[in-house]
T-cell receptor, first 109, second 115 residues
Framework: KNEVEQSPQNLTAQEGEFITINCSYSVGISALHWLQQHPGGGIVSLFMLSSGKKKHGRLIATINIQEKHSSLHITASHPRDSAVYIC???????????FGTGTRLTIIP | NAGVTQTPKFRVLKTGQSMTLLCAQDMNHEYMYWYRQDPGMGLRLIHYSVGEGTTAKGEVPDGYNVSRLKKQNFLLGLESAAPSQTSVYFCASTSDRILMNTEAFFGQGTRLTVV
């Protein structure tokens, strides 16, 4: 079992819909990262969380440390939000990031 | 401020050929990393460096070598390319240890195909 599991793997929605992407992990962490990767593009850091909730524009990230679960929400989704969203954790056991396999989001106009 | 820059962006190699991927960052970061991204898998760490002149092995180091002669540059070498090394390679940098909850900055990626 991977240390980081994301769901769904693929998500297609209409423009304007509220989007939720989930990330579950199985080890103690120091922080959880949400990253965005556009097709053929680089990877951009969206959020880094160790507790609670963060908001940036239409994006909201939450984390529940006790349940080992994080969600990334997108409000009023737009076609430009189409990308792969990647969850990664930094755990206390080592110095590296462990990545989920990503959620491919497609927003249809 | 360019951030993290990778060159080249695309490359096709024949089996057995060698090449070097260059990663350059202009943020004065101490820590630099090379990852590979394969379909259906999360990014996996190949090698990393905790400062100028240092390198260390990650999860999947076999077939790769690295050097960090200058703080701003981290080079990834393939001495004898194999089809299994077909992948998208990402470089990243951080100002501090990952455990210190530091933000990671990534390059645009290098798409390598070995035929």
């Amino acid at each position: 079992k991977n240390e980081v599991e994301q769901s769904p793997q693929n998500l297609t929605a209409q423009e304007g819909e509220f989007i939720t992407i989930n990330c579950s992990y199985s080890v103690g962490i120091s922080a959880l990262h949400w990253l965005q990767q556009h097709p053929g593009g680089g990877i951009v850091s969206l959020f880094m969380l160790s507790s609670g909730k963060k908001k940036h524009g239409r994006l909201i990230a939450t984390i529940n440390i006790q349940e080992k679960h994080s969600s990334l929400h997108i409000t009023a989704s737009h076609p430009r939000d189409s990308a792969v969203y990647i969850c990664a954790i930094s755990n206390f056991g080592n110095e590296k990031l462990t990545f989920g396999t990503g959620t491919r989001l497609t927003i249809i106009p | 401020n360019a951030g993290v820059t990778q060159t080249p962006k695309f490359r096709v190699l024949k089996t057995g050929q060698s090449m070097t991927l260059l990663c350059a960052q202009d943020m004065n970061h101490e820590y630099m990393y090379w990852y590979r991204q394969d379909p259906g898998m999360g990014l996996r760490l190949i090698h990393y460096s905790v400062g100028e002149g240092t390198t260390a092995k990650g999860e999947v180091p076999d077939g790769y070598n690295v050097s960090r002669l200058k703080k701003q540059n981290f080079l990834l070498g393939l001495e004898s390319a194999a089809p299994s090394q077909t992948s998208v390679y990402f470089c990243a940098s951080t100002s501090d240890r990952i455990l210190m909850n530091t933000e990671a900055f990534f390059g645009q990626g290098t798409r390598l195909t070995v035929v």
